[in-house]
């Protein structure tokens, strides 16, 4: 199973970005499938998650403004963020969930004020 996040930069408060996890050997339609992130200084925490079934889950902190999406075909899950916060500032990771795969470097996003 690899899991690979990208999609990462440096953005200014308000701005967007599109994350994309691209995987391999992992079913979608058997697992519910997560973004992450950890902030310096801080445990990696839950973003979103979604399955193929029901309705995506967001921490409150990112209702709103995140999007949680998957495309089966493409093996490929994405994480739309709009309106970021610099408390948004983090490396971001997916995985599924809970957790069952090697982390991945992950890939940085920068919020700046």
């Known amino acids: 199973v690899q899991l690979q996040a990208f999609g990462g930069g440096l953005v200014q408060a308000g701005g967007s970005l599109r994350l994309s996890c691209a995987t391999s050997?992992?079913?979608?339609?058997?697992?519910?499938m997560a973004w992450f992130r950890q902030a310096p200084g801080t445990q990696r925490g839950l973003v979103a998650s979604?399955?193929?079934?029901?309705?995506?889950n967001y921490q409150d902190s990112v209702k709103g403004r995140f999007t949680i999406s998957m495309d089966s075909a493409k093996n490929t899950v994405y994480l739309q963020m709009n309106s970021l916060k610099p408390e948004d500032t983090a490396v971001y990771y997916c995985?599924?969930?809970?957790?069952?795969?090697?982390w991945g470097q992950g890939t940085l996003v920068t919020v700046s004020s």
């Open positions: 050997g992992i079913i979608f339609s058997r697992n519910r």
């Open positions: 995985n599924t969930m809970p957790p069952q795969y090697n």
């Open positions: 979604i399955t193929t079934l029901d309705r995506p």
